[in-house]
């Protein structure tokens, strides 16, 4: 069975300085792997998403994410963040068009 | 485009009474889900549909129920709604590509069963 951890339910950053979301995940197969953000009162937004190859990759709102099979791990990162990023973070693994989610990161964005 | 969209935007039902959330989407994609969204447990696949008239099982799908008449629109139905019911419910839409589907949300329905 799939499934997704992301350990932190919750991080504050201060605006300008780095941020990374871990996030683990279980699955049989070579997995795809998607990062979704939510802001308040909305509904989710792809960030970024990764297949195959190169193992880092880039996706919108100047986020990325690092695949490493041997740690089962694709954690998201922001060099630098700014204070509208502030929102709910998913991860979320699938294959054949079904996703199983993580419970979520919120970020706290302060001045 | 409009995307995908969501009515209603809010409810609040009483225990045992039933009601239909309508989501329809304009991208001419094949599949379809439902989603409930509870704090601390991220997304839950209720129901989904890969095409018009064909419907399946999620993770969480006692409860409801689904239909899918048009490709565009995808019914989520609650016979007798239950406190435990109480979330938010999230349509999602995507183009099949062997896996590697994108899905597209909704804006999302709140519900509150009392």
């Known amino acids: 069975a799939q499934s997704v951890t992301q350990p932190d339910i919750h991080i504050t950053v201060s605006e300008g300085a780095s941020l990374e979301l871990r996030c683990n995940y279980s699955y049989g197969a070579t997995p795809y792997l998607f990062w979704y953000v939510q802001s308040p009162g909305q509904g989710l937004q792809l960030l970024l998403k990764?297949?195959?190859?190169?193992?880092l990759v880039q996706g919108i709102k100047g986020f990325e994410a690092e695949f490493k099979r041997s740690q089962s791990s694709f954690n998201l990162r922001k060099p630098s963040v700014h204070w509208s990023d502030a929102a709910e973070y998913f991860c979320?693994?699938?294959?054949?068009?079904?996703?199983?989610f993580g419970a979520g990161t919120t970020v706290t964005v302060r001045a | 485009n409009a995307g995908v969209t969501q009515t209603p935007k809010f409810r609040v039902l009483k225990t045992g009474q039933s009601m239909t959330l309508l989501c329809a989407q304009d991208?001419?994609?094949?599949?379809m889900y439902w989603y409930r969204q509870d704090p601390g447990m991220g997304l839950r696949l209720i129901h989904y549909?890969?095409?018009?008239?064909?419907?399946a099982k999620g993770e969480v799908p006692d409860g409801y129920n689904v239909s899918r008449l048009k490709k565009q629109n995808f019914l989520l139905g609650l016979e007798s709604a239950a406190p435990s019911q109480t979330s938010v419910y999230f349509c999602?839409?995507?183009?099949?590509?062997?896996?590697?589907?994108?899905?597209?949300f909704g804006p999302g329905t709140r519900l509150l069963v009392l």
């Open positions: 999602a839409s995507s183009y099949p590509t062997g896996g590697q589907e994108t899905q597209y």
């Open positions: 990764y297949f195959s190859g190169d193992t």
């Open positions: 979320a693994v699938g294959n054949d068009y079904k996703l199983s």
């Open positions: 549909s890969v095409g018009e008239g064909t419907t």
């Open positions: 991208m001419n994609h094949e599949y």
